[in-house]
């Protein structure tokens, strides 16, 4: 996220939001009692009988591929003991009745692709081990829903490589755990690619020997890094890091101030950018090259890296010492901008020595403002409608990846991705501006981007609650598989019930503690218009996951929890202690009271009561129509008391 692109939001959503509606709506499953799973299954054909998770269930690794195998059935089995609660061994062998079985094989399988077939035991066989672990993860959703599985046979690939998250840490440090907590849970969605965005305005997360000076109190220590590399590979998840260069360097550029360092960008009336480095200066181009060098080593596992080259200079004709430097490297009849495109070319030499490919994102690409093309194996991430068109930049000869603004981006303080138009309308390849492409092969995928404008908007845990939807919505459309719901109102109940990964801080036998929605047959329990004000009735209204939507849930010494809400900071409560059906259910200023203490309580069917401590009564709304008022009222088994914790 970008100031340009902040400032940008409003215009977009007017002007291309009529445009986009003219895309065609995905395709339904038509089949029948298809596994609910996220995303959905490409092929499922029903059996006879079922299968069944007992306590003598095992995961059964096929000797002839254990080499490559049993890593994924450690953590396959580690994942099935979190979600059942006791300890499920790994062995080698033929598996037995209510065993998981894993394979490799299945001539003509795509990469990430497997088959699974379900019977009186699981077998799970990919084409590669990234498609075998895809199958795990399948067969954990379907266990999180009960331990009794269906008769079939499925096969499953997804449509596009990369399907993902970027989380920006450049402008607000996530630690450590969230980071991996999140690669889990991307896992559990088949998702593979996180993107860290490691440098902006306001800090450069990095540990870094060659320039210390530069790096944020808040960061990560290599050895950070090594552990989140760790886990994702573990996780079949590919770590991208980006240090964006040369605008949005602020931190970067304080950093060699600090140290009698000056190579910020100056104009010829004298004005100075915080965040554009000068390209002209050989110190600077000295220590762009020393952190890039220093950095390659550590991400080895990653084949890509991203230099951001974003939202650099508009007006080249006010910096002369561009020009000037352009002519002498790149001839006689160089721009000003082929000091911005030579850069970019010259970061690219030094990604490759680190065997990578480079990223980058589109808005800086133009034609005819240079002499100077970006090399043509360089991934283009077209966020933004501006420059070239992602089919030219194809015809130029690059890949791209569909980043669009609308609708992947989570921005803190600003606009949240509309995830019915995503569902309903959008596909990975309608790009920002309503560009299409001609060959859908050259777009690599699409990810969810978490922006920090505003670090201070939201907490990690409100964070990790207002992308959890986004984050399923995007993996059924990157995934690109026949939908279970032809609606996002009736795909809500779907990720509902396939729930958080076993690992998620909750998903086990532990509390509910943490930032929570509460919704009802699609509909989530709401401050209405995020209001703040002290006695306003609780309603419930369409799932956005808007903070306004948002929970925290802190268990007391009972076992019984509170319920604060994510805008207003104040909590839920029946209002005036009433003991009386039909109370209303406000918000007010945290007392501590038994009117703001619930008693959250599993059904056997799935979904939990949340019934008041000081009333014995239910949290009850009046309706699926959105507005619907919060009472309580006494338990009559209604769906409107039955609620998914999310």
């Known amino acids: 996220m970008r100031p340009l692109r902040t400032l940008a939001a409003a215009a977009l959503a007017a002007s291309l939001v009529p445009v986009y509606l003219l895309a065609a709506a995905p395709a339904t499953h038509a089949a029948t009692g298809t596994p609910t799973t996220v995303p959905s299954l490409r092929s499922w054909t029903a059996g006879t009988g079922s299968f069944s998770f007992t306590s003598a269930s095992r995961v059964v690794v096929d000797p002839a591929y254990a080499a490559q195998l049993t890593a994924d059935a450690n953590t396959f089995a580690a994942d099935l003991s979190a979600l059942e609660g006791r300890t499920v061994a790994v062995v080698q062998g033929a598996a037995g009745v209510g065993d998981i079985a894993l394979t490799l094989g299945g001539n003509g399988l795509p990469a990430e692709g497997y088959t699974m077939t379900v019977g009186s035991s699981i077998s799970i066989q990919g084409g590669t081990t990234t498609g075998e672990f895809w199958g795990t993860r399948t067969v954990l959703q379907m266990l999180h829903q009960g331990s009794t599985i269906t008769a079939g046979t499925a096969t499953d690939s997804p449509t596009k490589a990369e399907r993902g998250l970027m989380i920006d840490t450049g402008r607000r440090f996530f630690d450590v755990p969230f980071v991996e907590n999140q690669i889990r849970d991307m896992a559990y969605l088949k998702m593979n690619y996180l993107h860290l965005h490691l440098s902006d305005t306001f800090g450069f997360r990095l540990e870094s020997s060659t320039h210390p000076e530069v790096t944020s109190t808040q960061h990560y220590s290599k050895q950070d890094i090594a552990d989140i590399i760790a886990v994702g590979n573990k996780y079949h998840v590919t770590i991208v890091p980006e240090i964006d260069m040369p605008g949005h360097m602020d931190a970067i550029l304080t950093g060699e101030l600090n140290i009698g360092h000056d190579y910020r960008l100056k104009d010829s009336s004298g004005g100075v950018s915080s965040a554009f480095i000068d390209l002209s200066i050989?110190?600077?181009?000295?220590?762009?090259?020393?952190?890039?060098?220093?950095?390659?080593?550590?991400f080895a596992s990653s084949r890509y890296w991203h230099i951001g080259a974003d939202e650099y200079v508009t007006n080249y004709s006010a910096y002369p010492q561009l020009l000037t430097y352009a002519r002498a490297n790149y001839g006689a009849s160089a721009t000003a901008k082929d000091t911005y495109y030579g850069f970019i070319n010259w970061?690219?030499?030094?990604?490759?020595?680190?065997?990578?490919?480079?990223?980058?994102?589109?808005?800086?690409?133009?034609?005819?403002?240079?002499?100077?093309?970006?090399?043509?194996?360089?991934?283009?991430?077209?966020?933004?409608?501006?420059?070239?068109?992602?089919?030219?930049?194809?015809?130029?000869?690059?890949?791209?990846?569909?980043?669009?603004?609308?609708?992947?981006?989570?921005?803190y303080g600003g606009s949240k991705p509309n995830t019915t138009w995503m569902y309903e309308t959008w596909n990975p390849d309608l790009f920002q501006g309503g560009n299409t492409i001609n060959s859908a092969s050259k777009n690599l995928g699409s990810l969810l981007h978490v922006w920090c404008d505003n670090p201070s908007a939201e907490t990690q845990d409100q964070t990790a609650a207002g992308i959890k939807y986004p984050m399923r919505d995007l993996a059924q459309m990157t995934w690109g598989t026949p939908e279970l719901a032809a609606t996002?109102?009736?795909?809500?109940?779907?990720?509902?019930?396939?729930?958080?990964?076993?690992?998620?801080?909750?998903?086990?036998?532990?509390?509910?503690?943490?930032?929570?929605?509460?919704?009802?047959?699609g509909k989530a329990l709401d401050d209405p218009g995020g209001s703040t004000t002290t006695g306003t009735q609780l309603i419930t209204w369409a799932l956005h996951g808007g903070a306004n939507q948002q929970w925290t849930f802190t268990q007391q010494s009972d076992g019984s929890y509170t319920l604060v809400n994510g805008t207003s900071g104040l909590c839920a409560d029946v209002n005036g202690g009433s003991t009386a059906?039909?109370?209303?259910?406000?918000?007010?200023?945290?007392?501590?009271?038994?009117?703001?203490?619930?008693?959250?309580?599993?059904?056997?069917?799935?979904?939990?009561?949340?019934?008041?401590?000081?009333?014995?009564?239910?949290?009850?709304?009046?309706?699926?129509?959105?507005?619907?008022l919060l009472t309580q009222q006494a338990d009559t088994n209604s769906a409107l008391q039955h609620w998914t914790i999310g």
């Open 581 to 628: 059906a039909g109370a209303k259910i406000i918000q007010w200023t945290c007392s501590g009271t038994t009117n703001q203490e619930w008693t959250v309580t599993p059904l056997a069917g799935g979904g939990y009561t949340v019934k008041s401590v000081k009333s014995g009564l239910l949290l009850t709304t009046a309706s699926t129509a959105d507005g619907a």
């Open 488 to 521: 996002y109102a009736a795909f809500v109940p779907i990720m509902d019930a396939v729930g958080r990964n076993p690992l998620w801080p909750g998903s086990g036998t532990g509390n509910l503690n943490g930032v929570h929605t509460l919704t009802t047959g």
């Open 282 to 298: 050989p110190g600077a181009r000295t220590l762009i090259s020393d952190l890039i060098n220093e950095y390659l080593p550590l």
């Open 347 to 411: 970061a690219d030499s030094l990604v490759k020595t680190g065997a990578k490919t480079t990223r980058m994102w589109n808005d800086g690409i133009k034609a005819g403002d240079g002499t100077i093309s970006p090399n043509a194996d360089i991934v283009v991430e077209y966020w933004y409608n501006y420059g070239l068109t992602p089919q030219q930049l194809i015809n130029a000869g690059h890949t791209v990846a569909n980043e669009s603004w609308d609708p992947t981006y989570y921005v």
